[in-house]
């Protein structure tokens, strides 16, 4: 299964009565987005920073096509989920964001 069809099916089923269990949802969502990424980020040479980008690029995108996904079928927090991208949360990461730039 691709990461974005586990990230919609991770929201799909997962009930939201109250902030806490978005915040909950949210943070399931990263931790799988984490989970994807860093096996394949092992698996490169550390010093290959295209190769992570393109690995990292494609997580980001993974993300847009669950929210886009969501958005077609009426889910009622698209727009928080695109609010709360794990591209925002990854690059709010000072570390983070000067690797994935030195991919450039």
Excluded: Q
Excluded at 18 to 32: C, E, G, H, T, W
Excluded at 33 to 54: G, I, M, S, T, W
Excluded at 70 to 87: I, P, Q, T, V, W
Aim: contains cysteine; negative net charge; glycine residues 2%.
């Amino acid at each position: 299964m691709f990461l974005d069809d586990k990230l919609y099916e991770c929201v799909i089923h997962t009930k939201i009565d109250s902030p806490d269990d978005f915040v909950n949802l949210i943070n399931a969502l990263y931790k799988m987005c984490e989970d994807h990424f860093k096996p394949e980020l092992l698996a490169h040479k550390p010093d290959n920073y295209r190769e992570a980008r393109v690995v990292i690029d494609r997580v980001f995108k993974s993300w847009d096509l669950m929210v886009a996904r969501l958005k077609k079928d009426g889910y009622f927090l698209f727009d928080m989920l695109e609010k709360y991208a794990y591209r925002n949360e990854y690059l709010d990461n000072k570390e983070l964001k000067a690797i994935y730039e030195k991919g450039k």
